[in-house]
């Protein structure tokens, strides 16, 4: 049988979640299922379906196709194209086939000015800042400078991190294939301060401080 996909999508390389009612489908066990066989490439129902089956949660086609327009309204999902086929008479036949709206998705919704409220992450800074008034005899730093310098560097790094995604080959994302979403997000996070590191001086930045 011959079989062709005729894709009608151009899929974004890597793409930001800044909503957090998005970001949770990546948590459902019943959607992360779908979204986690989609990286692979496109898929049709059948496969789909296949691989819930494989996972031992067994889903109705029509539901499926309900979860599938789900992701399509909050813009995780989309109908990419087509299958073409050759049946068993020769006859060419086609089927929709799904893929993810991006090849990496970076959850990009953990509010980081209200985890800083919390009374551990303040107390972080305070420690920081013990430790770092021990390098310098004749230098004072202050938390809130210690505080404004890491959020601008880890914001830099994700940023530059998420650009150097973009140009990556397809190697890249063959070794990433097996990451959940949480893993996916920390190499990004890990990716960012290695870059931050190896590019800039972290000296220079705290001076100010």
Not at 99 to 109: C, G, N, S, Y
Not at 110 to 126: A, G, H
Request: proline share 0%; aromatic share 12%.
């Amino acid at each position: 049988m011959q079989v062709q996909d005729v894709i009608t999508y151009n899929q974004h390389i890597v793409k930001k979640i800044k909503d957090k009612d998005v970001a949770k489908f990546f948590y459902d066990k019943d959607y992360e299922i779908l979204l986690r066989f989609l990286r692979t490439g496109p898929k049709t129902i059948k496969e789909i379906e296949e691989a819930y089956r494989a996972e031992g949660n067994e889903k109705s086609d029509k539901t499926l196709y309900r979860y599938i327009r789900t992701l399509e309204e909050i813009g995780l999902a989309v109908e990419a194209g087509k299958r073409i086929y050759t049946d068993e008479d020769h006859r060419n036949k086609s089927v929709s086939i799904f893929m993810r709206t991006a090849i990496v998705f970076f959850d990009d919704t953990l509010e980081k000015k209200e985890e800083k409220k919390k009374k551990k992450v303040k107390d972080s800074y305070k420690a920081f800042k013990i430790l770092l008034d021990m390098l310098e005899e004749d230098k004072t730093f202050t938390e809130e400078c210690i505080e404004e310098v890491l959020e601008k560097v880890y914001l830099e790094g994700e940023d530059q991190a998420i650009e150097l995604i973009q140009k990556a080959d397809e190697k890249v994302f063959q070794l990433l294939l097996e990451h959940d979403f949480t893993d996916i997000n920390n190499f990004i996070q890990n990716l960012g301060w290695l870059i931050m590191i190896y590019k800039k001086n972290f000296k220079e930045r705290l001076t100010v401080c």
